[in-house]
């Protein structure tokens, strides 16, 4: 490589830094306006309207992509006009990924009734009886605990639908779950209460802040899960959790304006609140459970 070409591309890689930090290139002049008419004006602002194909969710895609930290904290400051919100990208974006998903790795319906060994054994096969009566407890515990999940998924198990109400509620399942919108929506709270809990002390941001860094950072985990789909050829849209550290440190590293060591221990922090209240939400889920099993025994 030449002088000038080395030249060349040190000064593009600074004009990518600055790009990064500010969204925009300093020194690029408006441009002006000019009114003339043209075959393409029959289509101009057609699609406007359209999340996905304006040009805020162009830019929004394409700042999330290069420059995520830095979008979410020009976001927080007040740049609302040049993005999409973050509900909304949250919803149009992982509706792209869920219909992508859902060409190429079509949902096999459950039609068959998966067997627990644990309701193949009675309380009569214990002979003392206060393990009898615990086992009973445990069996109710699981049934309802089987009862709820099952309820939650009546659109991948037909065969437990028998009235309209049910099969009215597992065409609203189907549909959202269609949509990825109970699965995202449960990651979004309880990474939104995660990142508040590991953040606020330190840097002091409202709730809203939070949510919209929630929102956006879910939308970039969706991209990569949507490139990991088409270059898995419809395999995996797995992204791997050392990913999900990586692009999390990145995002810190911009947003906060912090160092990469301190942005590895938010990471580590904000990952240690996120399986802390996933295991509450599964103790809350099991005693609920527990209670109801106790109480019809």
């Given at each position: 490589?030449?002088?000038?070409?080395?030249?060349?591309?040190?000064?593009?890689?600074?004009?990518?830094?600055?790009?990064?930090k500010?969204?925009?290139?300093?020194?690029?002049?408006?441009?002006?306006?000019?009114?003339?008419?043209?075959?393409?004006?029959?289509?101009?602002?057609?699609?406007?309207?359209?999340?996905?194909?304006?040009?805020?969710a162009?830019?929004?895609?394409?700042?999330?992509?290069?420059?995520?930290?830095?979008?979410?904290?020009?976001?927080?400051?007040?740049?609302?006009?040049?993005?999409?919100?973050?509900?909304?990208?949250?919803?149009?974006?992982?509706?792209?990924?869920?219909?992508?998903?859902a060409?190429?790795?079509?949902?096999?319906?459950r039609?068959?009734?998966?067997?627990?060994?644990?309701?193949?054994?009675?309380?009569?096969?214990?002979?003392?009886?206060?393990?009898?009566?615990?086992?009973?407890?445990?069996?109710?515990?699981?049934?309802?605990?089987?009862?709820?999940w099952?309820?939650?998924?009546?659109?991948?198990?037909?065969?437990?639908?028998?009235?309209?109400?049910?099969?009215?509620?597992?065409?609203?399942?189907?549909?959202?779950?269609?949509?990825?919108?109970?699965?995202?929506?449960?990651?979004?709270?309880?990474?939104?209460?995660?990142?508040?809990?590991?953040?606020?002390?330190?840097?002091?941001?409202?709730?809203?802040?939070?949510?919209?860094?929630?929102?956006?950072?879910?939308?970039?985990?969706?991209?990569?899960?949507?490139?990991?789909?088409?270059?898995?050829?419809?395999?995996?849209?797995?992204?791997?959790?050392?990913l999900?550290?990586?692009?999390?440190?990145?995002?810190?590293?911009?947003?906060?304006?912090?160092?990469?060591?301190?942005?590895?221990?938010?990471?580590?922090?904000?990952?240690?609140?996120?399986?802390?209240?996933?295991?509450?939400?599964?103790l809350?889920?099991?005693?609920?459970?527990?209670?109801?099993?106790?109480?019809?025994?």
């Amino acid at each position: 490589m030449d002088k000038k070409k080395k030249h060349s591309f040190k000064s593009r890689c600074r004009a990518f830094a600055i790009w990064q930090k500010l969204g925009y290139f300093p020194w690029h002049r408006p441009k002006e306006k000019k009114v003339r008419k043209r075959s393409g004006d029959f289509y101009k602002g057609a699609f406007d309207s359209i999340p996905f194909l304006n040009d805020d969710a162009k830019r929004t895609f394409s700042h999330l992509l290069l420059r995520p930290g830095y979008m979410i904290r020009d976001y927080i400051k007040g740049a609302h006009e040049r993005y999409l919100a973050p509900l909304t990208a949250l919803i149009v974006f992982y509706a792209f990924f869920a219909l992508v998903a859902a060409v190429m790795q079509p949902v096999q319906q459950r039609h068959r009734k998966e067997i627990n060994p644990v309701e193949q054994m009675e309380a009569e096969d214990f002979e003392n009886p206060e393990q009898a009566k615990t086992f009973s407890l445990l069996k109710n515990t699981l049934a309802t605990l089987q009862k709820g999940w099952i309820y939650l998924h009546l659109d991948e198990y037909p065969e437990q639908v028998d009235t309209q109400h049910e099969s009215s509620l597992a065409a609203l399942e189907g549909t959202l779950r269609s949509q990825g919108i109970p699965l995202f929506a449960g990651q979004f709270l309880l990474l939104w209460l995660a990142m508040s809990l590991a953040l606020h002390r330190r840097y002091k941001q409202r709730m809203s802040a939070y949510a919209a860094a929630s929102a956006y950072i879910l939308c970039q985990f969706s991209f990569f899960m949507l490139f990991a789909l088409l270059f898995s050829f419809g395999k995996s849209a797995e992204i791997g959790i050392f990913l999900i550290l990586a692009l999390l440190m990145w995002d810190y590293h911009q947003w906060l304006g912090v160092q990469w060591k301190k942005s590895f221990w938010l990471v580590l922090k904000t990952g240690l609140y996120y399986g802390l209240l996933f295991a509450l939400v599964i103790l809350l889920a099991g005693g609920a459970a527990f209670a109801i099993a106790y109480f019809r025994t």
